[in-house]
C-alpha cells in the first residue's frame, strides 16, 4: 500500500462524521493502522459503531472528502501529520486526547521546536498587545516558537512578535485549514502560512463553529511547553486554554494589571489559581528550565519519545503489563509510557487488554 | 510603690541611653519588674551593663527625661502600656522583639482590636491611594482597625480609610509621640489622635532618624494580623514591613499593578515569593478567617493569652522545663508560649535557666 493509500485511509476514517477523535483511536487501538480498520469485516466493525457511521465510513460523501483532502495535502508546504507519523509532537502525544491527524501549511519543522503559547483577550487593550507582542519576540529570539490562536487581539500580537523572532510562530485554527478566519487576519494568516506554520486538526472546509474552539485551545496548549495568558476577563476562552494547559501538566503564566482592569481579572484568577505571575520573558523562561537550550541548539536536543521506544519493548517482556509497573522499569512518565505505548500499538508491536494492561505482539 | 513609682522605673529603664529594648528585656528577665532592676545591687548590675550605661540609669539627666515622660503621660488620652500591662497587645508579645512600653494618645480600646496594616509608597499615584483608601474603609467598615506609619502617600490614604469606617485607625510612629512627621500630615496626626490611636515606642523628643523606621515598621506588623501592601517599589521600606510581617508569622497581601509601573514591582516581588494577590478587601478577609467575626462581636472573643496562663504554670510543674515541651504539653504554639512565658517571668513567677529553660517559681 502506497503512502497515498495509507493517507487516505487516514482522512477517510477522521472525515467521517460520527467519527470522532476519541473513537478514532478506540479503532485504531483495537484494529491497528487505518488501513486495517477499513479492511475489518464490516459485521466486526458493527460491534463498535452505529448503522449510520457504518454507511458513511463506505460512503460516496466521505470518498469526494477525501479526494479533496488528497488534492490539498498535494499542494507544496501542505502536510498532514498522522499520531502514527515520526513528526507528529511529541508532546501532544502525551496529552489525553490527541488529534488523530493535523492538516499544518507552512514550515512544518516548527513542530519539532520548544514552544510556548501565548493566549489572550480579543478585544485587548494597546498596553496588552504591546506585552504580548514584545513577550512573543523574545521567546522567539531565544529560539522558542510562539504558539496562538490567530484570533484579533493579543493572539494577532503574540503571532506578529513571534514572527519578528527566529524561532517564528505556529497558529493553530479553530476552523478548517484553507478557512480563513477572521478575515481581518488574513493577511497575517498568508505572512504565517510563509514564515512560520498553520495547524487545524479540523477537516477541510470547516466553518468557524463555537463547539470547535476548545478543541482548538486544546491544540495550543498541547503544542506548548508552557502558557503565558497576558490579558483575559472572567469566563473566557483564554481561561478555558489556561485551564487545558494545566491538565496537561504545562506551566500557567499570567501577566497582572490594574485591579479595576476587566482584561486583568482573568489574569488575577490564574495567579490566586497557582499560576505564575510574571513581569518579563525572563521570568518565564527562568521557570521551564532547558527551553532556552534547547531553543538554541536543537541538534543538542536530548533524544525524544521514539528512541525510547526500544528500551520500553526490551523492558515491557511478553507477559502483560500495566502503565504504572512499566513506568516503574523505565523510570519516564506514566503520560510518555502512554505516547509511547500509543505508538507502539499503532505500529502493531503492542496490544491493549482488558484492565488497561499491554501486551508486546513482536 | 504606686503606678506613678512603678512607671518611673520603666521609664528609667528605658530611657536611659545605651538601654535598648533587647537589653531592658534581658534585665527584666533576670531581675523581676523594673523596679526590681533599679533596687538592685549597682555591683550586680555591673555584670550586665558597662560603666556609661550604668552611669547614665542613675544620671540626673535619665531623671529629667523621666519627669517629662511623667508629665506627659499626666495629660487626658495620654497612655504608657508596659509590657507587664495586661493592655499590652497579645500579638505583639508573641513577636520576636517587643517594645518593652509604648506611648499611645487617643483610643487605647484599639489595641485589642483585630487590626490590619496596610502599607506602600510614599510617591503613590492617584489609584493607588485610592485603592489604599478603599480598601482600609472596607476593613474597617467590617471591624477592623487600620495600622499604618503616618507617612504620605499610601499611608496617610490608609488612615483616611480607616477613619471613615467605625474600626477607625492606629498610626505608628517613628519618631517621638509627641514630634509631628511628616509636617504636611500634622493634621491627619491630630484627627488620628482624637478620633483614632498614635503609637509610638520612642522616647518624647525623638527626631525623624532613618534608623528608628525599620523598627516602626516591625511594629506596624506587630500589631497586625495580617499586611496589606498596596503600591511599592522595590527596595523600599514597604518591602521591610513585608518582611517583618512574613517573620512574625503574619499573612502579607499585595495588588497588583501593570508590570511597567515602577511601584508595582514591590507588590510583584512579594506576590512571586508567596504573598496573596488580592483584587478586593473581600479577598483579604477570606484568607483572615475569624478575623472579621472578632470585629463584629469584640464581646464573643476567645480568650485570649491572660486566659491560658494558669493552664500553663499547672503544665510547667516545678522542674526545669524547655519551650517545645511546654508547647507539646499545652497544645500552643512557641510564639505563644514564649509571650505568655515572659509575661509569667515579668509577674516574678518563673525564671530563666541557663539552656532556654523555664522553672516555676511560686
Request: charged share 25%.
Amino acid at each position: 500500500m502506497d503512502i497515498d493509500e495509507q493517507l487516505a485511509s487516514w482522512f477517510r476514517l477522521t472525515l467521517t462524521p460520527g467519527l470522532g477523535p476519541a473513537s478514532v483511536r478506540r479503532l485504531l487501538r483495537q484494529f491497528g493502522l487505518p488501513e486495517r480498520v477499513l479492511a475489518a469485516k464490516r459485521g466486526e466493525l458493527a460491534r463498535q459503531l452505529d448503522a449510520d457511521t457504518l454507511r458513511a465510513l463506505d460512503s460516496a460523501e466521505v470518498g469526494r472528502a477525501v479526494d479533496e483532502a488528497l488534492r490539498w495535502v498535494d499542494a507544496p508546504d501542505h502536510f498532514v501529520v498522522t499520531l502514527a507519523d515520526e513528526r507528529y509532537p511529541k508532546l501532544l502525544l502525551e496529552t489525553e486526547d490527541p488529534p488523530p491527524l493535523l492538516y499544518c501549511q507552512g514550515r512544518l519543522e516548527l513542530l519539532e521546536r520548544p514552544a510556548i503559547a501565548i493566549v489572550g483577550s480579543r478585544n485587548a487593550t494597546a498596553s496588552g498587545a504591546q506585552n504580548a507582542e514584545s513577550f512573543a519576540k523574545a521567546f522567539s529570539s531565544a529560539g522558542i516558537t510562539i504558539v496562538s490562536g490567530l484570533a484579533l487581539g493579543i493572539d494577532a500580537a503574540a503571532h506578529r512578535g513571534g514572527l519578528a523572532g527566529a524561532a517564528s510562530t505556529i497558529a493553530v485554527l479553530g476552523t478548517g485549514i484553507d478557512v480563513l478566519y477572521p478575515t481581518r487576519n488574513a493577511d497575517l494568516a498568508r505572512e504565517i502560512a510563509e514564515r512560520g506554520l498553520l495547524v487545524s486538526e479540523f477537516a477541510l472546509g470547516t466553518r468557524a463553529l463555537g463547539g470547535n474552539f476548545p478543541r482548538r485551545n486544546q491544540l495550543i496548549s498541547g503544542l506548548s511547553r508552557g502558557c503565558l495568558v497576558v490579558e483575559a476577563a472572567l469566563a473566557s476562552g483564554s481561561l478555558i486554554t489556561a485551564r487545558a494547559a494545566l491538565e496537561q501538566g504545562r506551566e500557567v503564566f499570567a501577566i497582572p494589571g490594574s485591579i479595576h482592569s476587566p482584561l486583568a481579572k482573568g489574569c488575577h484568577a490564574l495567579i490566586k489559581a497557582g499560576a505564575k505571575l510574571v513581569e518579563t520573558a525572563d521570568d518565564v523562561l527562568a521557570e521551564l528550565p532547558g527551553l532556552r537550550e534547547s531553543g538554541r541548539a536543537p541538534a543538542e536536543q536530548a533524544p525524544a519519545a521514539p528512541s525510547r521506544v526500544e528500551p520500553l519493548l526490551a523492558e515491557m517482556g511478553f507477559d502483560p503489563i500495566d502503565v504504572d509497573t512499566l513506568c516503574r522499569r523505565v523510570g519516564l512518565r506514566a503520560e510518555e509510557v502512554s505516547g509511547a505505548l500509543l505508538r507502539l500499538e499503532l505500529e502493531g508491536l503492542v496490544c491493549t487488554l482488558p484492565g488497561g494492561r499491554y501486551q508486546r505482539l513482536k
